[in-house]
């Protein structure tokens, strides 16, 4: 299979989430980046979302907060291609109860290959590249056998191939 290219717009989709201990940084953040912001659509998790929108005056698409669902509702719109990159102001210090909700989500971003920004300097690249007001072709990766469990060659570790190697199922 071959991956494809997908066209990312000049009005980005964005997904904006931070954890307790990161909210002021992400409000302070976004403050400073107000008019760039404006200019793209912006999703957040719950209570980062509706003090966004009271700090910014932006309209922002509020989800369930973090551990309700939120932060898989974002993983669930970068799936199918609704969220073009990932603003995640998280607290590494800090145990989170649904901490494998963060690691979903991260891994997510990974998997289908858009930005990710997790501290301040992160996303002052981000926002800051001449890509953020251009559009993008960014190769999303073709996860068809995966998907539809068609089956492959087992993975060998040493020596050559086998022409009796086994097959094995993906899902």
Known sequence: MEDKLCVIKPRKRIALVAHD??????LEWAAFNRDLLARHELYATGTTGRQLAEELDLEITRL??????????????IATG???FLIFFWDPLEPMPHDPD???LLRIAVVWDIPVAC???SADFIISSPLMSAEYQRLLPDYR???????VAA???LGPPAA???EIDLL
């Open 82 to 84: 609704e969220i073009d």
């Open 145 to 151: 056998e995966q998907i539809e469990g068609e089956r």
């Open 119 to 121: 501290n301040r300097a």
């Open 155 to 157: 993975p060998r570790l």
């Open 21 to 26: 201990n990161k909210k002021r940084d992400l």
């Open 164 to 166: 009796d190697q086994p």
């Open 102 to 104: 963060v690691k979903a």
């Open 64 to 77: 369930h907060t973090g551990p309700l669902g939120g932060d898989q509702q974002i993983g669930s719109k």
